[in-house]
T-cell receptor, first 116, second 112 residues
Framework: GENVEQHPSTLSVQEGDSAVIKCTYSDSASNYFPWYKQELGKGPQLIIDIRSNVGEKKDQRIAVTLNKTAKHFSLHITETQPEDSAVYFCAAPSSRSSGSARQLTFGSGTQLTVLP | NAGVTQTPKFQVLKTGQSMTLQCAQDMNHNSMYWYRQDPGMGLRLIYYSASEGTTDKGEVPNGYNVSRLNKREFSLRLESAAPSQTSVYFC???????????FGDGTRLSIL
C-alpha cells in the first residue's frame, strides 16, 4: 500500500546550523505535501506546504523542496534556534483510506533538538 | 477565535466502557478528521468527513464510530474500549480535501 517514509527519526544540530528532514512517498498521484511542527503537549501545526506544480517554496528560514521524479520532498530549516526544537511530520495524500478522495498519510516524525 | 476545540483533554476508562470524544471547529471548514497518535507511528487517520452529511473510514477505523453532527461538530465514539485504544486522539479540520489541516490539542485516553 501507499507509504510515507521519513528520515531521520532524531536529529540534533547546533544553534545556527541548518537542519534537513527528508520524506519519500510511493503514490505517484500525490500532489500536496505539507509539513507540520508539533510541540510537547500540543497538536501539530502546519508550517509550510507545497503543491506538485512547483519544485521549491520558501518562508523565511523554512523551505521545502520537491522532486516528483524521485518521489521525495525535504524540509530545510536554516539558522536554527532553540525554539525550533520539536517533532516534525511530513505528509502526502494516499489511497490508504476507503473513501474516494486521497487523504493524508503522515510520516513517523523527526525529533529535532537544537543545542544552544 | 478558538480554532479546533477537543473535549475532554484527559480520560481514563476501564476495558469495555464506552466514551464519546467531542470536537468542534469555528473556522467554517467543510472537512473534519479524527487521528490517533502512538509513539513512533506518527498520526493515523481513523475516520474523516469530507463535508457535512458524509463520513468515511480512514486507515484504522475498527472499534470506532463517528458522527458529523453539523458543520461545526464531529464526534468519535468508542463503544467498547480496549487497551489497544490507549492513545492520543487528535481532531482536525480543513477547508476541503488536501487543504491545510488545523489540529486541536488532543485528548489523552488511557484504557485499563
Amino acid at each position: 500500500g501507499e507509504n510515507v517514509e521519513q528520515h531521520p527519526s532524531t536529529l540534533s544540530v547546533q544553534e545556527g546550523d541548518s537542519a534537513v528532514i527528508k520524506c519519500t512517498y510511493s503514490d505517484s498521484a500525490s500532489n500536496y505535501f505539507p509539513w507540520y511542527k508539533q510541540e510537547l503537549g500540543k497538536g501539530p501545526q502546519l508550517i509550510i506546504d507545497i503543491r506538485s506544480n512547483v519544485g521549491e517554496k520558501k518562508d523565511q528560514r523554512i523551505a521545502v523542496t520537491l522532486n516528483k521524479t524521485a518521489k521525495h520532498f525535504s524540509l530545510h530549516i536554516t539558522e536554527t534556534q532553540p525554539e525550533d526544537s520539536a517533532v516534525y511530520f511530513c505528509a502526502a495524500p494516499s489511497s490508504r483510506s476507503s473513501g474516494s478522495a486521497r487523504q493524508l498519510t503522515f510520516g513517523s516524525g523527526t525529533q529535532l533538538t537544537v543545542l544552544p | 477565535n478558538a480554532g479546533v476545540t477537543q473535549t475532554p483533554k484527559f480520560q481514563v476508562l476501564k476495558t469495555g466502557q464506552s466514551m464519546t470524544l467531542q470536537c468542534a471547529q469555528d473556522m467554517n471548514h467543510n472537512s473534519m478528521y479524527w487521528y490517533r497518535q502512538d509513539p513512533g507511528m506518527g498520526l493515523r487517520l481513523i475516520y474523516y468527513s469530507a463535508s457535512e452529511g458524509t463520513t468515511d473510514k480512514g486507515e484504522v477505523p475498527n472499534g470506532y464510530n463517528v458522527s458529523r453532527l453539523n458543520k461545526r461538530e464531529f464526534s468519535l465514539r468508542l463503544e467498547s474500549a480496549a487497551p489497544s485504544q490507549t492513545s492520543v486522539y487528535f481532531c482536525a479540520s480543513s477547508p476541503g480535501v488536501n487543504q491545510p489541516q488545523h489540529f486541536g490539542d488532543g485528548t489523552r485516553l488511557s484504557i485499563l
